[in-house]
């Protein structure tokens, strides 16, 4: 499957950001991709208050990605938020959730993930604003079996390998990676190694620099810091972007894959049982 990455740098205003999908899925049916992933956050930044711009899933920005999918013919995966309920101990303040839809390529939602893991590290506390989810999620496309997961998750193998043991060969790491010193070399070792926990393609779209098109960022604001990457479930990097919004586009053989795991058999001889994340 050709897959294409659309790094990008979103705003906050959603409808401007749906014009963004559009010109990418639009370049990256042009190079033949099958699909095309989108960063977290697609529809509107962390810039802004996610509880501000949450839509639910039947509502215009959804309405918006799948005409695109469907009128272009090509499935979408993309970040957004939707509502979701009151803080538990703060319960005048009401939270969204940080959710990936997938849609295919006739347009249909077929899958939806809320992240399961906010990202409350380096001095930012999202999961004030946003409500964790709970069900680790897999898609079929095209043949292929996608595990979700969203930025801060890939600090978190576990979730990785329960995908893997489920039937994932392919985990879609949409994010919007914070900066800060050393930031972008986490975000790459922390793919690689997620790739050779679950022999597992890693396909791992992030937020361009918002830096790099010459929009301010707070210092370890959530905001992006490129280097979108893909890894072989070997470890190999077959792709990776820079730090500034461009479309990456790569051919992933899963037909490989049962040699990759032969060579590297960490599923089949884990001597610890996976179960999904909030079980027993």
């Not at 959710?99 to 390529?105: E, G, P, S, Y």
């Not at 996608?146 to 994932?168: I, M, N, Q, S, W």
């Amino acid at each position: 499957m050709r897959i294409a990455l659309a790094q990008v740098v979103a705003g906050t205003d959603p409808t401007a950001n749906l014009g963004l999908v559009r010109t990418h899925a639009t370049r990256a049916l042009d190079a033949g991709a099958e699909l095309v992933v989108f960063p977290e956050a697609m529809m509107a930044s962390f810039a802004t208050r996610s509880v501000d711009v949450a839509e639910p899933l039947d509502g215009p920005w959804v309405h918006g990605v799948r005409q695109l999918a469907h009128g272009l013919g090509i499935a979408i995966v993309a970040g957004m938020f939707t509502p979701g309920g009151p803080h538990p101990d703060e319960p005048d303040r009401r939270r969204a959730r940080n959710t990936l839809v997938v849609v295919d390529a006739a347009g249909e939602l077929v899958a939806t993930y809320d992240k399961i893991h906010p990202f409350d590290a380096w001095g930012f506390v999202e999961s004030r604003h946003v409500e964790p989810g709970d069900a680790p999620t897999l898609v079929t496309l095209g043949g292929v079996c996608f595990g979700l997961a969203t930025c801060y998750d890939v600090r978190f193998p576990e979730l990785f390998k329960h995908l893997a043991h489920a039937g994932a060969e392919v985990v879609l790491v949409p994010a919007s990676w914070a900066n800060g010193p050393g930031k972008a070399e986490q975000w790459r070792a922390l793919c690689v190694a997620r790739a050779l926990d679950t022999t597992c393609f890693i396909v791992a779209p992030g937020q361009a620099d918002p830096a790099t098109v010459g929009v301010e960022v707070r210092p370890g604001s959530p905001t992006g810091v490129g280097h979108s990457v893909v890894v072989s479930p070997l470890g190999e990097v077959l792709a990776e972007g820079g730090a500034s919004p461009e479309l990456l586009v790569v051919d992933i053989d899963t037909a490989g894959l049962e040699d990759a795991r032969a060579r590297l058999p960490v599923l089949a001889t884990s001597r610890f049982g996976i179960s999904p994340p909030g079980a027993g």
